[in-house]
Each structure stands twice: as C-alpha cells, then as structure tokens.
C-alpha cells in the first residue's frame, strides 16, 4: 500500500470514481506536504506493518448571502461526483452547522462539511467577512458541473481540464488576501471565520481510520496514540468518547505555518494554524434492530465541537 497515496487501495468502477481517487489523494500530498505529524504517523504505520485507510476529510466554509456562499460551495462539488448527505448537526455555542457525505462505494472517506453563519456573527464580525468576500471569485459555472457530473463520457482532455479547476480551487485562496487586523480582529469572535479567512476551502484534516490498521499492535485508539506519541507527535489531550462506544476520536495538534496577509498595502507573513490529522476508532457493534454487526458510520455532535477547537492558535 502506498502510504503517501492512501486512496488508491479503493477498487474503482468508472472513470468519475478514478477521478475522486486522484483529486482526493493530490489533496493529500499538498496537505500532508505541510503537516509533519502526518508525516511521522506513515513512519509508524509502516515500522508496525499496518495500512492507513482514510475515514473522512473534513472542510470548512463561510454562509454568507451576497455574495451567495456556504457548504454547498463543496457539497455541489462532490454531490456532482456521485456523493449524497447522510446527516446533519448543529453546534449553536460555535454558530456553525455541518452536514456529512457518504459515497455509494463504501471504500471512498466519508466528508465532513461545515459553514459559519455569518448572520449569528456581530456586526463587526460579519463586517470583516463581507471585506473579504467582495472579491470573492466567481462561482463554478453550470457547464463546469454538467462536466463534473459526465466525467464518465468526457474525454481525457475535459477531464484533466476539470482536475485542474479543482485541484485550484481547493487549494487558491477564492478571495483577496485580508487585512491583518481584521484576521486578529475576526478570531476574538471565531476562531473557526479567522481560520477559513486565511486558508480559504482547503483540507482541514484527514483521519486514519483505527479499525484499518489491521493489525493487533495499533487495533484500538489507545494503543495507536501512544505509538504516536512516542514518534513524537503532539496530540490532543483527551479521547473524545468511552470505551466501548460506537465512535472514539482524537487528533493531532495543528501545524502552523507561515500564511499570506495584507498590513496595509504591504504584503506580509504571519503565523497561523493550519490542519491536524484526526484518528477515529469505529469498532463492529451489534444492531439492536437487526441483530447485524455493523460501524457507525455517522459522527457525534459533542465530539465534533470540541474537535474543532484544535485550530484554536496557543
């Protein structure tokens, strides 16, 4: 398996499934290109002879109405790409909502897809943001959807010209870089709007699934974090969920790096926080419905909210 391409293990069935395959693992090369925690969890994974499957990759967007802006500027994306909702939470204390997306080949990570409504925001909050989103880009046309959705019948050169726009418009900030101040200004309120400000629609984590490692040495959340820890990554301090439970969670620190911002009319750097690499533990549960064994496949508001607090900067 190649541990710096995790989803090519995935037994494709078309073309447009290819394509989720390449988009998905270039994400992950860009990203873990700039999280060396991810880089020392593969370290691990091979020294005990484990695979890395990928649980879910989780973005972040801003809901504002003019211009018109949210989850779906992801969810389009890749309900075109053959993706549909499975469920949906609410994290009032945050005022941020997300809605998660399962894939008809249960191989494919689940996606995580959460908004800041902008309106729960003070009007000195929202204020920055609409600064910021005046020069929002241009939303994907319809005939760059309808290619989307068709990739199965397009032609090799519509469809390196599709790749191209995404893997652009995940990783390009969609707006004008911002001022400085109003970044510093926006995290008092949300840390999570600062944090979409500067790093735009990119990935905000990837997840190894714990449960994928297939082998007994890294077969449960606990023993996998302190192997992680012991390869010296910084973690989070807590397991979000019991034993026994049907999801258990926990993730790395973020990584900071050097972002882009305007001070004034100068162009400067400043450092931000950028992604974390979560785990997740799904253990086989009986169904008390069916009497099946069977994963939650789904995601527990209260652990989410706290997770989002790992972008929080120290």
């Given amino acids: 398996m190649n541990l710096q391409a995790p989803h090519l293990s995935i037994n494709v069935r078309n073309d447009k499934e290819n394509f989720l395959v390449d988009l998905f693992d270039t994400l992950y090369a860009r990203y873990r290109s700039r999280m060396p925690y991810v880089q020392k969890y593969e370290e691990v994974v091979a020294a005990h002879g484990a695979q890395f499957i990928n649980d879910h990759i ?37 005022h941020l909502s997300s809605i998660h997306y399962q894939h008809p080949n249960p191989q494919f990570p689940k996606l995580f897809i959460t908004q800041l409504k902008s309106w729960e925001l003070s009007t000195a909050g929202r204020n920055i943001i ?27 050169s519509v469809r390196d010209k ?23 200004e926006l995290d008092k309120e949300s840390q999570y709007g600062a944090w979409v ?23 449960d959340i606990e023993k996998l974090i302190s192997e992680m820890k012991k390869a010296g990554i910084p973690m989070k301090k ?24 305007k001070d004034g009319t100068q162009t400067v750097k400043i450092p931000w926080t950028y992604a974390y690499f979560e785990v997740a533990e799904r253990p086989m549960m009986k169904n008390p ?22 972008t929080k900067r120290k």
């Fill in 162 to 184: 599709v790749f191209e726009i995404l893997v652009k418009y995940f990783a390009e900030l969609p707006w004008d870089l911002p001022q400085k101040k109003d970044v510093l």
């Fill in 58 to 94: 989780a973005f972040r967007t801003i809901a504002t109405q003019n211009p018109c802006t949210g989850i779906f500027m992801i969810s389009r994306v890749i309900e075109a790409l053959g993706y549909s909702s499975a469920g949906t939470y609410e994290f009032p204390d945050k």
């Fill in 238 to 261: 807590d397991i979000e969920g019991e034993r026994g439970t049907k999801l258990r969670q926990s993730s790395t620190e973020s990584a900071v790096i050097d972002v882009p911002v």
């Fill in 289 to 310: 419905v069916t009497g099946n064994m069977e994963r939650f496949e789904g995601f527990l508001g209260g652990q989410a909210t706290n997770l989002f607090d790992m």
């Fill in 197 to 219: 400000m500067v790093n735009g629609y990119d990935v905000n984590h990837f997840t190894a699934s714990v449960n994928s490692h297939n082998v007994e040495s890294l077969n």
């Fill in 130 to 156: 609409h600064k910021s989103f005046k020069t929002h880009r241009p939303h994907l046309s319809d005939d760059f959807f309808s290619d989307l959705y068709n990739l199965n019948a397009m032609s090799t």
